[in-house]
């Protein structure tokens, strides 16, 4: 007879335990090779898988520094969008002409989610116990397929992509534009304004305003703009006197458009 195997114990609530067992792991000895512990076994062994993915992963991050490119334009009708190479296989599948086109749903929606669906579901159409992969047909067919499919779509990617045009468009072109003189009594007051938390110190503009090196305004209108503003720029910025303001004003014509220090 087995351990445990046909035996009942009955306990009196009255009677106060004291020599509790510690917490220990079942025995899975009449289940060999079949199933194991959770604790420590099974998480144990995840933990140590993960933490080499993750330790391998940082290693890559610190020795190949991500590649910076160009700000995203929208008006550049040209531009060849390209995912990162875990998507190169979805990519790819919008090339075909069952995908494409006028049966795009097909290649976006319907044929990625037949695939995840089928693997999400795959652990309730085979609920074998057995561990072997020999012994487990839906589940392995389904995961083989899977992986097939996702190394072709993306060697097919690699292969008909046009990787010399995608890493040109992408180039980081840095447009350093004229020396500001920061010595210049229009720097200083264009400073004190705080135009520069806006505009930037080097006239190059920002997320809320636009680059002055190398504006269309002429003196005239930026010495109005200053007082009155203009677009998302409110009234009554400026608060100096009308002397300092043409100073600002011929300051900033002189790096716009055929100004003397726009060379």
């Known amino acids: 007879m087995h351990r445990g195997k ?31 512990a959770f604790w420590p076994n099974f998480l144990l062994r995840e933990w140590m898988v993960g933490a080499v993915f993750l330790i391998g992963f940082m290693t890559l991050t610190i020795v190949e520094a991500a590649p910076l490119q160009n700000i995203a334009d929208p008006t550049n009708t040209s531009y060849i969008p390209l995912p990162d190479w875990y998507f190169l296989f979805l990519y790819q599948l919008l090339k075909y002409q069952f995908a494409a086109g006028p049966y795009i749903l097909m290649g976006t929606v319907i044929l990625p989610g037949l695939a995840f669906t089928a693997l999400l579901v795959a652990p309730w159409l085979d609920q074998g116990i057995e561990r072997r992969p020999a012994k487990r047909p839906v589940a392995v067919s389904m ?26 468009q992408g180039e980081l072109t840095m447009n350093e534009g004229p020396e500001i003189d920061t010595a210049a009594k229009g720097y200083e007051i264009y400073s004190n304004q705080s135009c520069v938390n806006c505009h930037g110190k080097n006239l190059e503009g920002g997320a809320a305003a636009p680059a002055l090196v190398g504006t269309q305004k002429t003196e005239d209108e930026i010495y109005e703009i200053a007082d009155k503003g203009v677009g998302a720029m409110p009234a009554g910025q400026y608060e100096g006197s009308d002397a300092d303001r043409k100073e600002l004003a011929k300051f900033i014509a002189s790096y716009g458009e055929g100004g003397e220090n726009n060379k």
Not at 7 to 33: A, L
Not at 145 to 168: A, M, N, P, Y
């Open 143 to 168: 995961m083989l397929l899977g992986i097939v499919s996702i190394i072709f779509l993306t060697w097919e990617s690699v292969q008909t992509t046009h990787w010399d045009t995608i890493h040109k």
């Open 6 to 36: 046909g035996m009942k114990f009955v306990t009196d609530s009255r009677v106060s335990i004291n020599n509790r067992m510690p917490n220990k792991s079942k025995d899975y000895s009449e289940y060999p090779g079949r199933t194991e």
